[in-house]
């Protein structure tokens, strides 16, 4: 019974970090393509990305949830030093397009990022 709590616990967890790793990741897509987003915040956006994307970074991402965390800490991290330029069309574009690729997320865990914004 503790082994299924804590499988059902892990799941969930890094359901959630998947969650808003993947908005996060279109909320800095879509401060990118803004027009009011300044060029040292679209280099800090594609830093980030890049971060993200690295073959290097492929290894640690085999651990199930410790992979996760260290993307997750670079794209927050990104994403706060543009915060200023994430408006409200920004969080439109990404949630529309989060929706359309996810039909049954969970709406807390998109709130939770825009909350550390």
Same mark, same amino acid.
Request: charged share 10%; glycine share 4%.
């Given at each position: 019974m503790k082994i299924? /709590? *804590? $499988?059902s616990f892990l799941v969930?967890? #890094?359901k959630s970090m998947g969650t808003r790793l993947v908005y996060s990741? /279109? /909320?800095m897509v879509y401060a990118y393509k803004s027009d009011k987003t300044p060029v040292w915040a679209r280099r800090i956006i594609q830093g980030s990305l890049a971060? /993200? $994307?690295s073959p290097l970074d492929s290894v640690?991402? $085999?651990t199930p949830i %410790?992979? %996760?965390t260290d993307d997750l800490g670079? *794209?927050?991290f990104g994403l706060v030093a543009i915060a200023c330029y994430i408006d409200e069309e920004v969080r439109t574009k990404a949630r529309a397009k989060f929706y359309s690729l996810f039909s049954?997320?969970? #709406?807390d865990e998109l709130d939770a990022v825009d909350a550390r914004l």
């Open positions: 299924s /709590l *804590i $499988l969930n967890r #890094v990741v /279109l /909320l971060y /993200l $994307l640690p991402d $085999l %410790f992979g %996760f670079v *794209i927050s049954n997320a969970d #709406v």
